[in-house]
């Protein structure tokens, strides 16, 4: 079973739309969650942190639901310069190891 | 933004060429990591350097062979790879090892003929 698992998409909505991505660990010892963003042909940019109380930043909410094993993404207002491939990252804080889903392509339409 | 730099941006060789690709990070960080990416399936981390220690090497085959001269500077080399080595390889660094955020650069898109 996949570490991280992400619905690859792709996702395609219109500007002003409102979009959530679901990502899932199998890990419970799981300790420290994260979403990057990878632009075509570009390297992972981090996005947010996942705190266990949720937190926002603008327009993008990050929540995280140990009981059921997942972090969502909530991107509200969608702008053309979201689209992007959006990397769910979980680590288990054993070691060193940082585990990536293969990411949810999205597509803001204008 | 020249936090984590990695050269060269592109490299093409042979199967029994030899060549090492270069990440330099700027953050003063501690840790530094190489991952691999390939098409359809998620980054794979392959080496963890924490002050110029190696903490994980992820199964990684022998012809890869990582070098941590100090904690701005991290290599890889490269030795009679195979077609299915090609790739993205991917430098990132943080803080320290653990939690902490990591900065990725730009990467190194490999192609093994």
């Known amino acids: 079973r996949k570490e991280v698992e992400q619905d690859p998409g792709p996702f395609n909505v219109p500007e002003g739309a409102t979009v959530a991505f679901n990502c899932t660990y199998s890990?419970?010892?799981?300790?420290?969650f994260f979403w990057y963003r990878q632009d075509c042909r570009k390297e992972p940019k981090l996005l947010m942190s996942?705190?266990?109380s949720g937190n926002e930043d603008g327009r993008f909410t990050a929540q995280l639901n140990r009981a059921s094993q997942y972090i969502s993404l909530l991107i509200r207002d969608s702008k053309l310069s979201d689209s992007a491939t959006y990397l769910c990252?979980?680590?288990?804080?054993?070691?060193?190891?940082?585990?990536f889903g293969t990411g949810t392509s999205l597509t803001v339409i204008p | 933004e020249t936090g984590v730099t990695q050269t060269p941006r592109h490299l093409v060789m042979g199967m029994t060429n030899k060549k090492s690709l270069k990440c330099e990070q700027h953050l003063g960080h501690n840790a530094m990591y190489w991952y691999k990416q390939s098409a359809k399936k998620p980054l794979e981390l392959m080496f963890v350097y924490n002050f110029k220690e190696q903490t994980e090497n992820n199964s990684v085959p022998s012809r890869f062979s990582p070098e941590c001269p100090n904690s701005s500077h991290l290599f890889l080399h490269l030795h009679t790879l195979q077609p299915e080595d090609s790739a993205l390889y991917l430098c990132?660094?943080?803080?320290?090892?653990?939690?902490?955020?990591?900065?990725f650069g730009p990467g190194t898109r490999l192609l093994v003929l």
């Open positions: 990132a660094s943080s803080q320290k090892t653990g939690k902490e955020t990591q900065y």
């Open positions: 890990n419970s010892a799981s300790q420290s």
């Open positions: 990252v979980v680590n288990i804080n054993t070691g060193n190891q940082f585990y």
């Open positions: 996942v705190y266990s």
